[in-house]
């Protein structure tokens, strides 16, 4: 299966030892950590490594699209209309949910409709399968490691089984948990004595609830809002880890996207460009990191702020959509990461994907070539790195 994945085109597996002698030693130390000899056989036994995996892993949507092409495709009037009758059909649970967790009913619809579509997809890979291949693979050997593992600690407590499927990444159920997080933070609601996430939503909303509340979350407030900048703003104030009271952000200048002046509350919040200055803004507040603690993605955590405003019946986004996108390939985005370590700025490992570090990175070099220093990695950039921009 390794050899005909590698044909049709999907990454090889970088780990140092061949996958059968790393899955001997899985197994060894599963069995170290307290793990069933019968669970270990079962669900390793016959274990192999799925190709389709990999590919997945290296072409992650939230990290190749543009901002609007992955917008537009998760949030659509469809999917807006269909949640809010389901917040409607279900707001008795989702209250009772809200009065034990504080998380308000609209968030948790959204999180279902964006992590399996109100649990029409949960996924088709082999939990053990998607995560042994993970686990083997050199990028994020040592997470999924820990991935595979509690899986196995589920299956010990009769919560999976070898027949359990899972997205490419193990994320599993209605609400997408990865074994870590359902070994934490899944709660038996509807008091069955199990806890399910593929059939019980008590079960899952209030899995799902439990998780954000554990992460921080304020059910006094919004997740942001989309803002208009000022002319001449100070693009180096546009930085998640920056936080200014909001009574600062309107001396700046800063306003709503209608015009209209910022909240008078005694809060915090960041300005954020996830397409670059030429893109909308936003001024994200503590639920954002929250949300930013299910799933790092900065545009999935943006898609969930601003589809539970649509099911509350706010509009869409009041900035314009460019007319002429481009969205960079791995490739392309590993050439802006080679050229920015050829600069001397350190975007990471270069792998294609545009995480924290390689905003900074490209922040930082901005800065030194008197470029708009909103840190996003685009066209342009990239054209200024083919063209040797990048050379020291």
Not at 189 to 202: A, E, I, M, Q, V
Not at 208 to 229: I, M, P, Q
Not at 249 to 272: H, N, S
Request: charged share 25%; net charge positive.
């Amino acid at each position: 299966a390794v050899v005909l994945g590698t044909l049709l085109g999907a990454p090889a597996a970088r780990a140092d030892q061949p996958f059968d002698a790393w899955l001997a030693g899985l197994r060894a130390e599963a069995l170290q950590k307290g793990i069933s000899q019968a669970t270990v056989d079962a669900a390793l036994g016959q274990v192999e490594t799925v190709p389709r995996v990999l590919e997945l892993d290296r072409y992650q949507p939230e990290f190749t699209r543009t901002f609007w092409a992955y917008l537009t495709k998760r949030i659509t009037d469809t999917r807006i209309e269909r949640a809010r009758k389901l917040l409607a059909d279900n707001r008795a649970l989702l209250e009772k949910v809200r009065a034990k967790y504080g998380v308000q009913p609209r968030y948790l619809v959204a999180f279902w409709a964006l992590e399996s579509n109100f649990g029409d997809y949960t996924g088709v890979f082999p939990l053990f399968g998607a995560l042994a291949t993970l686990a083997h693979d050199a990028r994020r050997a040592d997470f999924f490691r820990g991935e595979l593992l509690a899986a196995l600690k589920l299956m010990d407590r009769g919560e999976v089984s070898t027949a359990t499927k899972a997205s490419w990444a193990g994320a599993m159920g209605q609400c997408q948990f990865i074994p870590t997080t359902y070994v934490a933070h899944a709660v038996d609601f509807d008091g069955d004595g199990k806890r399910d996430l593929w059939n019980s939503l008590p079960d899952i909303f209030a899995s799902a609830a439990n998780y954000l509340a554990k992460s921080g979350w304020d059910g006094n407030r919004t997740w942001g809002r989309e803002v208009k900048l000022p002319q001449g703003f100070d693009l180096d104030l546009a930085d998640v880890n920056r936080p200014r009271k909001l009574a600062e952000w309107q001396t700046l200048g800063v306003r709503r996207a209608d015009g209209r002046d910022l909240p008078r509350v005694d809060v915090e919040g960041a300005v954020i460009l996830p397409s670059g200055a030429d893109g909308p803004a936003f001024l994200v507040y503590r639920n954002y990191h929250a949300i930013m603690a299910w799933n790092r993605a900065m545009l999935y955590a943006i898609a969930v702020g601003h589809l539970s405003d649509r099911i509350a019946g706010q509009g869409p986004l009041l900035a314009p959509r460019p007319k002429n996108e481009v969205a960079l390939s791995r490739d392309d985005v590993m050439t802006i990461q080679k050229g920015l370590v050829a600069a001397g700025f350190d975007p990471g490992t270069p792998d294609g994907v545009i995480g924290a570090m390689t905003r900074k990175a490209v922040r930082a070099f901005q800065k030194s070539r008197n470029l708009p220093a909103d840190g996003y990695p685009d066209k342009d950039l990239l054209d200024f790195m083919t063209a040797g921009g990048g050379k020291g």
